[in-house]
């Protein structure tokens, strides 16, 4: 967000209605394009952790996968150690 205000209510409330950052005029143009960089920046990685699974979801997956095979294994006849 881009203003000429630039009291901390202002400031507070544009970013309480969604605004990324908040400028206040006069602007620099070094300083708009450090911060747009940044958040593009921040936009990538959220994104990125947005795609990633649940790690601990997964696990719980592969375990319970991993405890049926075994469970199947342990009751199929054919699968039984004929040395005992």
């Known amino acids: 967000m881009i203003t000429a205000l630039d009291d ?3 400031r507070i409330h544009g970013l309480e209605c969604g605004a990324d950052d908040f400028l206040t005029k006069p602007l620099n143009r ?3 394009r450090t911060r747009v960089e940044s958040i593009v920046r921040l936009n990538r990685i959220r994104k990125l952790l947005m795609q990633q ?3 601990s979801q997964f ?3 592969l ?3 991993s405890d049926e095979t075994m469970d199947g ?3 199929d006849p054919d ?3 004929d040395s005992e």
């Open 8 to 10: 901390r209510a202002s």
């Open 30 to 32: 070094v300083e708009i």
């Open 53 to 55: 699974p649940d790690k």
């Open 59 to 61: 696990q719980e997956r």
């Open 63 to 65: 375990k319970q996968a």
């Open 73 to 75: 294994w342990i009751h």
């Open 79 to 81: 699968c039984k150690d």
